[in-house]
């Protein structure tokens, strides 16, 4: 229950009272409501905190000894003359908060749009009730959500959680000439918005030839954007070949979950090319996979 506390109400207690006692006579009620706040009950000695609970006339009905005052908790015996006031306790304190279904700060400059604590819940947003924009809750495995758009439940966000997948070519993927062959394919993509790194380190067969390399849908339904093909041509001889590099960048947005493929096509002569398994030890860079990183 949220107390009403009136500040600098304060009086003597008319008669006396025992430990026992849950009224309290006053010598005058002025300031003294009929609502629940705390008192200070004291004679100089003891100190006793109570919780008042209703007023009629000048009697003041409490309950007795509800919190610690320097240790101390009570009950006490007072004689008339013992002083009474009003007091904002630990407890009134923590009740107030208690009270309150939401906590609304005005916020500091630069940070004044509102914004309100509107509870917990188990996992994700909540599904009922009304919430205004700004309004933000913090679930039970530690994800915070925010209204972006009013209503019953309304729309809310979160930031999703940073995920790192990898894949690298275990074997040696041969291209044969003019042929499209898949040389990696992605770990499932739940829906959502990934950046992709993608390098492979690839023996060249010989002069003239060049590696075009592209992305394809293999599973679900997903876009990609960025640099998303790539052209790696023979460069200089190392023992019959050349190591080649084809590197691309790009994003994957997912809308059902899936996975995807890198196909690698060898143009130019009939000698075979090869991208290099990620165990590979003959080249000086030879390191083929992908680093997919969720980003949204």
């Known amino acids: 229950m949220a107390e009403a506390p009136v500040n600098g109400v304060g009086t003597t207690l008319a008669s006396s009272i025992t430990t026992s006692s849950t009224t309290l006579s006053l010598t005058s009620a002025t300031g003294f409501t009929n609502a629940q706040y705390h008192v200070l009950i004291t004679d100089g000695t003891n100190y006793e905190i ?8 000048s009697n003041l009905t409490v309950t007795r000894a509800v919190e ?15 002083s009474v006031t009003v ?8 009740n107030f908060i208690n009270s309150q279904p939401y906590l609304s700060p005005t916020g500091l400059t630069g940070a004044t749009a509102a914004s309100r ?3 917990s819940t188990t996992s994700g947003a909540p599904t009922s009730g009304t919430f205004a924009v700004g309004d933000f809750v913090i679930d039970q495995t530690g994800k915070v959500w925010v209204c972006i758009s009013a209503g019953s439940p309304g729309t809310w966000s979160t930031q999703p959680t940073l995920t790192t997948l990898e894949a690298t070519v275990a074997t040696s993927v041969s291209l044969p000439q003019s042929t499209s062959t898949t040389v990696i394919t992605s ?11 993608y390098k492979a380190s690839i023996l060249i067969g010989a002069s003239g030839e060049s590696i075009d390399t592209v992305l394809a849908v293999a599973t679900g ?4 954007a ?10 200089t001889s190392i023992g019959g070949g050349a190591i080649s590099q084809s590197v691309m960048n790009f ?10 493929h890198v196909n690698s096509t060898m143009n130019g002569a009939a000698t075979a090319s090869t991208v290099l398994a990620t165990t590979h030890t003959g080249a000086t860079a030879n390191t083929s996979g992908m680093t997919i990183l969720r980003i949204a």
């Open 221 to 224: 339904s997903m876009t990609f």
């Open 87 to 94: 007091v904002q306790s630990v407890g009134s304190v923590a």
């Open 251 to 260: 994003f994957v947005t997912v809308t059902s979950a899936g996975t995807f």
């Open 187 to 197: 770990p499932t993509l739940a829906v959502g918005t990934y950046l992709v790194n």
């Open 117 to 119: 604590y509107v509870g």
């Open 68 to 82: 610690t005052y320097n240790g101390a908790t009570g009950p006490y015996a007072f004689s008339a003359g013992a």
């Open 50 to 57: 109570a919780l008042a609970t209703a007023l009629s006339g």
């Open 226 to 235: 960025g640099q998303t093909s790539d052209t790696c041509g023979y460069t």
